[in-house]
């Protein structure tokens, strides 16, 4: 009944891993969650059907033409209680579809100029988007890769507040576990990356883009 | 003027659609299977009977009946697939009366 949608008109900058955690993290809660790869690469849709070991609650989905997204995507979001979309890293229709239909959408972006320059004019996309369709859609950019005692990291922390951009407080570091995940059937259970995953749920719930409990229904009706 | 009030609906397959559209400067992710292919398959007299007692009544050809069946059931099917391209010349001729 919700979706989120990870985008950002650059590759590389971590909309595959965001949309693995948060699929996998609340599929391990029990939400009945649909993984929607709208990338052509089907990185994501990859991950959950040959590594990932979790519940069954994940369901894997592959589509990247138009017509047939379009139609997928709000059937995936009558039947799932959550529907993660993850797109590719270049601007495309199938983009705009998964955020059309979107109710929040993440902007992943590590530290550079090229991301911080695309996360921008994402942002000022998705507010668009809204705006020609008449919905809120949501909008944080995620910082990724994200090391807190660099001055680089701290330089793209700053250079997004100053532009006014919306973004998440938690970030995502460059823990070796987010690299072992894409060989991995599950979500690491301790560490640095299990903290940062917990976090990242926990502000998602907090701004309830996310059910407060996986039976949370009436959440769900508020964000519908 | 009417107020734009804010949808809190999801938008249909239709306005999405309409919406990856809306700039023709933006490329789909992949991109759509041009050219043609031929397809012979078998199936039972009766059907070509049916198929060409269909087509003879409108003039036109057993490619558009069955193409246009697929366009009803939900296949999204190109418009000149839809239509008689047969060259004039080859028509078979419509007896008068």
């Not at chain 1, 550079?112 to 000022?124: L, P, Q, T």
């Not at chain 1, 890769?145 to 997004?160: E, P």
């Not at chain 1, 690299?179 to 690491?188: C, D, T, V, Y």
């Not at chain 2, 991109?31 to 292919?37: A, D, F, K, L, W």
């Amino acid at each position: 009944m919700a979706v989120i949608t990870l985008a950002s008109g650059k590759g590389g900058v971590g909309k595959t891993l965001a949309g693995i955690i948060l699929g996998a993290a609340l599929a391990a809660e029990g939400v009945d969650v649909a993984l929607l790869d709208a990338d052509p690469n089907k990185g994501a849709y990859r991950w959950a059907t040959t590594t990932y070991g979790g519940t069954n609650k994940l369901g894997a989905y592959a589509e990247a033409e138009t017509e047939r997204l379009a139609e997928l995507v709000p059937e995936l979001a009558d039947r799932h209680a959550i529907v993660i979309a993850d797109t590719a890293g270049f601007g495309n229709r199938s983009t705009v579809i998964c955020i059309g239909a979107a109710d929040g959408v993440l902007v992943p972006a590590t530290p550079g100029e090229g991301d911080i320059v695309e996360a921008e004019r994402m942002v000022a996309f998705v507010q668009a988007t809204g705006r020609s369709i008449r919905r809120d859609i949501a909008v944080r950019v995620l910082g990724n890769r994200i090391r807190r005692a660099t001055t680089l990291s701290r330089h793209l922390l700053s250079q997004i507040d100053a532009l006014g951009l919306p973004r998440l407080s938690t970030a995502l570091s460059e823990a070796v576990a987010y690299g072992e995940l894409g060989f991995l059937p599950a979500l690491p259970t301790t560490g640095h990356a299990a903290e940062e995953i917990a976090a990242l749920i926990t502000e998602l719930r907090a701004l309830e883009w996310l059910p407060a409990t996986p039976s949370d229904t009436n959440m769900y009706a508020r964000l519908t | 003027m009417a107020k734009a009030l804010k949808s809190v609906v999801r938008p249909d397959a239709a306005a999405l659609r309409k919406l990856a559209s809306a700039d023709p400067a933006i490329p789909p992710a992949v991109m759509p299977s041009i050219g043609s292919e031929v397809i012979n398959f078998r199936v039972a007299s009766s059907v070509v009977d049916q198929l060409d007692a269909a087509a003879d009544a409108e003039g036109t050809t057993r490619k558009v009946i069955i193409t246009r069946a697929l366009e009803k059931a939900g296949f999204r099917i190109p418009q000149p697939d839809l239509e008689d391209r047969t060259p004039r010349r080859r028509r078979p001729r419509r007896q008068a009366g």
